[in-house]
């Protein structure tokens, strides 16, 4: 069965880094697109990041610039590099992929940026 397996969050202070990663299995990970998604407390959960099956990637506006999504086709995974963090970043990131029109996500993991 699919399984997105999130890991890497923490606590982090402002400016600070982290760098989340997905481990995928129980589907042909090369041929799928991937996102990361986060959601803050009492609010909706938000696009971050996408990376296609070709490399192309895109950002929401508030992450341009500081996040970088990554694949790995080999090991089937995909990373989030998070750097210059902001107090508005923290959130529980969601790594997700959609299969024949339905959408699984992982577990979540927690990324708090607090001094």
């Known amino acids: 069965q699919v399984q997105l397996v999130e890991s890497g969050g923490g606590l982090v202070q402002p400016g600070g880094s982290l760098r989340l990663s997905c481990a995928a299995s129980g589907f042909a990970f090369s041929s799928y697109s991937m996102s990361w998604y986060r959601q803050a407390p009492g609010k909706e959960r938000e696009l971050v990041a996408a990376?296609?099956?070709?490399?192309?990637?895109n950002y929401a506006d508030s992450v341009k610039g500081r996040f970088t999504i990554s694949r790995d086709n080999v090991k089937n995974m995909v990373a989030l590099q998070m750097n210059s963090l902001k107090f508005e970043d923290t959130a529980v990131y969601y790594c997700?992929?959609?299969?024949?029109?339905?959408?699984?996500w992982g577990q979540g993991t927690q990324v708090t940026v607090s001094s």
């Open positions: 997700r992929t959609m299969l024949l029109s339905r959408t699984y």
């Open positions: 990376i296609t099956i070709t490399g192309n990637t």
